[in-house]
């Protein structure tokens, strides 16, 4: 089964009435036209998954590699009941790992997003990922070729507001000045959202950062 814009709708008034009965009422809607296509987009998806790394957990279950329509608001000021978006995860065992890069797609009313990288890398992450790069190491240089040559994905991150390696080239302080990194597509393409071809074409797409996924993960081992 497909996304669908009754599907996108039902995200967007959830999120708007924020009402435990009014979602109870409409749940049905969620599990065929927002929960459904999801688990099967994480089935569609999970061999590309283990061809990439076969110890990423790819389970089509809440909890497990598909996000929550709650929120958690045990530790923030916004006590809004729903989320207006739903998303999968795939990455290694959280209990063995902190903050460990993962595979990811998102939609919204809005549209969706998908790409590879860190939620918050942690710090001791980051110090060895700048290690890496100083060192000129072949995996870093393979990411960022991925990264370069892509014309789907773009860096995300939030960077220092002055360089701290003045001395490295330019390239090099593109990812030596990131708090945090990772590679996005954003689209509304709304025509592949809600098309047959949304699986395959994010496969494809998962597999040409490969490289950077490996890098990341070389960081994490190496620290």
């Known amino acids: 089964m497909n996304f669908s814009k009754e599907?996108?709708?039902?995200?967007?008034?959830?999120?708007?009435?924020?009402?435990?009965?009014?979602?109870i009422e409409h749940r049905d809607i969620y599990e065929e036209k927002v929960l459904e296509p999801m688990r099967e987009l994480v089935e569609a998806l999970a061999p590309t998954i283990n061809e990439i790394d076969d110890r990423m957990i790819c389970e089509p279950k809440i909890g497990k590699s598909i996000s929550r329509i709650y929120r958690d608001t045990r530790f923030t000021h916004d006590k809004s009941i729903f989320r207006e978006k739903i998303w999968c995860v795939f990455l290694?065992?959280?209990?063995?790992?902190?903050?460990?890069?993962a595979f990811f797609v998102e939609v919204t009313p809005d549209g969706f997003s998908y790409g590879c990288?860190?939620?918050?890398?942690?710090?001791?992450?980051?110090?060895?990922?700048?290690?890496?790069?100083?060192?000129?190491?072949?995996?870093?240089?393979?990411?960022?070729?991925?990264?370069?040559?892509?014309?789907?994905?773009n860096l995300y991150a939030e960077?220092?507001?002055?360089?701290?390696?003045p001395n490295e080239s330019e390239k090099k302080r593109e990812w030596l000045d990131m708090k945090n990194i990772g590679a996005i597509c954003y689209s509304n393409d709304f025509e592949l959202l809600f098309s047959d071809r949304l699986a395959d074409k994010i496969a494809k797409d998962f597999l040409s950062l490969k490289p950077f996924y490996k890098f990341l993960m070389k960081v994490e081992t190496s620290k």
């Open 7 to 23: 599907g996108l709708d039902f995200l967007f008034e959830n999120r708007l009435m924020d009402s435990k009965p009014w979602f």
């Open 92 to 101: 290694r065992d959280k209990k063995l790992y902190d903050g460990l890069p």
């Open 117 to 153: 990288g860190y939620y918050k890398a942690s710090t001791a992450s980051m110090e060895r990922f700048r290690e890496l790069i100083l060192n000129d190491d072949r995996d870093y240089r393979a990411a960022r070729k991925a990264v370069e040559k892509s014309e789907v994905f």
């Open 159 to 165: 960077k220092f507001k002055r360089t701290k390696f």
